[in-house]
């Protein structure tokens, strides 16, 4: 990794997976860092250990007939997978048997995942900008509560980190974000957070923050206490924000998107910026080429961050990366 400004410590680990020949779109730490899992074009999903990188090592789940759209670990159940296709279904894994615990077809193309932090409740958003909240008390035999359809283009959303679940954020293609009250689903309050589609959200691990991205290349942090703009990241050789994800301590944060080149050229990023939450500053870039970074994922409790990176030469596949920072993460 190359520091950007300020010096970050290199860990002895640093993973890289087989490339693959589907695009992996999507990824998902389980709650205790000893797994991580992957979503394809090519209908599967994949279950890996982080220190094992060959492809034997990786634990293959079948049965969705479309591309995987999104796969979320469960944040309290460790070894629960749930995974979304525009198959119109959403699957529920145990990811030691390799069994399907359950399916249930919500109809139409579900596309983003959102769980609640106590694992109860997952939230599935559909293309048709519907979104079906499911109750997964007994993993077993999930249930369809209600489908709300909104009136805006809807992108992904964010359970609040009480417990239970109290508010939901969802993201809209105007630039704002709505937050609802769960399970009433009635709107509490409305930001204007981007000028253009918002696309990404994602709490802060402590809940003070909330980070959106949107098709601006921007990334704005909310302060939760009061719901006032704090600041903004900014990347302008990068498209637009399609996820977000935060280091377990709430100190840094980094955004993914999928448009070629996102992970470096011209501008002022050379790769994948990291940046100190409290300042905006970037602490550290990983080059990434001319590749698109679709997905990002910080570890829930080391300086370990993996990202997909897909070649813009088709042929070459994607692959999933892990780097490691060392020295209990990045000097500031």
Known sequence: MTAVGKQIGRDKFSALFAAQKHSHRTISWNASGGLIATGAADRTVRVWNPEKTTPRSATELRGHSYAVEKVAFNPVREFELASCAA????????????????????????????WSADGSVLVAGTKGDALITISTAIPSSPIVLAKHKQPQQTNQTTFSNAYPPQDLLITQGDGSVKILDYPSMSLLHTLSAHTSSCTAIAYSPSGKYVAVGGSDALISLWDTSDWVCRRTLSNPASGAVRGISWSWDGRYIVGASEDVGSGGGEGSSTGLDLYHAETGDVVYTIPTGTSSIPAVAWHPNRYWLAFTQVDENPKKGSTLKIVGAGGGGPSI
């Open 87 to 114: 198959d119109g279904t959403v699957r529920f894994w145990d990811t030691r048997t390799k069994a399907v615990i359950s399916k249930l077809d919500v109809g139409g193309e579900p596309f983003t995942l959102a």
